[in-house]
């Protein structure tokens, strides 16, 4: 296929990106999805076309359903896992039991979602599990009365409860995030019968543990709604916290945000400095998301520390080059242990803050492997 457009090609259709699977992009344009090849001059600039963007098609041909990606239209954002853009909204799914809801795992999805630019909304799901109404109350004050997100309680049991879901969802593009077994399938399949995905699985885990490429599809949840798009591939599954720096946590805590301005230094952590106006607020401030908060800027500083390490690495390895020999080498063994010792100095500075440690920090609490990947937006 040639790079340049043909003189007279013109783009006739403009369609959203539903997939791509096997080098064919899949683009859904008034009803119909083509195939298409894309444009050799994209991948030659150095463009990227992801899931969930808007295109601009020509060689269309309506009789084979094939077409041409011309360009990608401007984009409003993207996130890298999945590889997707112009993400609306992110549903966090967790259930009350089995798994079990736990607090500091909802915030480290939360926190991840604030930080990538997006709204989340919780999505509490197995409502007909037995839980106490005190335990649907306390998850009320928190999320809905002190942090204002959006909280529905759901079951598959009962179809009205999902009648919140589909008004959330319509007309925008939902990525579900949570952990494995909270119901993300089972609940897209009690909204749209005719998706039939498989349910109580752990096939992201296999595909993660294979390194293959996730596959990553936007479904239409209506049938008379082509607007109304979820990924089927959850999102935000890496829960590590290892590409953000102190100072940046707290953009994610908007529970802190009444009493930051009047904490005594600008670049207050909220830990032990004079002055803090959100410790002396603590008591309107819920007491998990602080320790959840505490947990998060402990790996924040681990990072920080890391960044610090690594150019310092560097400028000893450019030393070394005019020095050689063994006492550059010396050195640099030397910053590492220094490195560890500051590593276990914090440690246990930080668990000494919150009487109960968090020891599911390398599997990020849900049982799959946490990864080097951040969510971040582009
Ligand atoms: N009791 C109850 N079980 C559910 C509900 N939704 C899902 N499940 C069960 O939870 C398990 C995991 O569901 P699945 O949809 O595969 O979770 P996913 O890993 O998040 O996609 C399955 O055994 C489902 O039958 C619900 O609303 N109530
Ligand atoms: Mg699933
Ligand atoms: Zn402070």
Do not use: W
């Amino acid at each position: 296929m040639s790079d340049s457009l043909p003189p007279n090609a013109e783009s006739v259709l403009t369609g959203r990106l539903r997939k791509y699977h096997s080098n064919f992009y899949y683009v859904e344009a008034g009803g119909v999805l083509y195939e298409c090849a894309i444009r050799g001059l994209i991948k030659k600039e150095g463009g990227d076309v992801l899931v969930g963007d808007f295109v601009a098609l020509d060689s269309v041909n309506p009789t084979t359903k094939t077409a041409r990606i011309q360009r990608v239209l401007e984009r409003k954002n993207a996130i890298s896992r999945p590889k997707l853009a112009n993400v609306d909204q992110v549903l966090v799914v967790y259930s009350l039991m089995e798994p079990l809801f736990d607090p500091h795992q909802m915030d480290r999805y939360l926190t991840h979602i604030e930080l990538a630019g997006l709204t989340p909304a919780l999505c509490i799901s197995k409502a007909d599990l037995a839980a106490t109404d005190a335990d649907l109350a306390q998850i009320r004050a928190v999320y809905t009365e002190k942090l204002g997100y959006q909280v529905f309680f759901t079951t598959v049991k009962n179809a009205e409860s999902l009648d919140a879901i589909r008004a959330l969802a319509q007309g925008k593009i939902t990525v579900l995030a949570g952990p494995s077994g909270s119901g993300k399938s089972s609940l897209l399949n009690a909204l749209n019968a005719d998706l039939q995905l498989r349910v109580g699985e752990v096939s992201e885990k296999i595909a993660r543990g294979q390194h293959t490429t996730r596959h990553v599809e936007l479904l239409s949840l209506f049938e008379d709604s082509p607007d109304t798009l979820i990924a089927d591939t959850p999102g935000f599954s890496n829960l590590k916290f290892n590409y953000v720096l102190p100072v940046q946590l707290e953009a994610a805590f908007r529970d802190f945000a009444p009493y930051r301005a009047q904490c005594g230094f600008s670049d207050c952590l909220h830990v032990d400095e004079e002055g803090c106006a959100v410790r002396q607020n603590l008591e309107h401030i819920a007491e998990t998301r602080y320790r959840s908060y505490l947990d998060l800027l402990a790996e924040a500083r681990l990072y920080k520390d890391e960044v610090n390490s690594t150019s310092q690495k560097q400028e000893f390895g450019y030393k070394q080059l005019d020095r050689k020999g063994n006492d550059s080498v010396r050195i640099l063994r030397l910053k590492e242990k220094n490195r560890d010792a500051s590593r276990r100095t914090q440690k246990q500075q930080v668990s000494l803050l919150h009487a109960e440690a968090d020891e599911s920090e390398e599997t990020g609490g849900n049982g799959l492997p946490v990864e080097d990947y951040p969510p971040e937006s582009v």
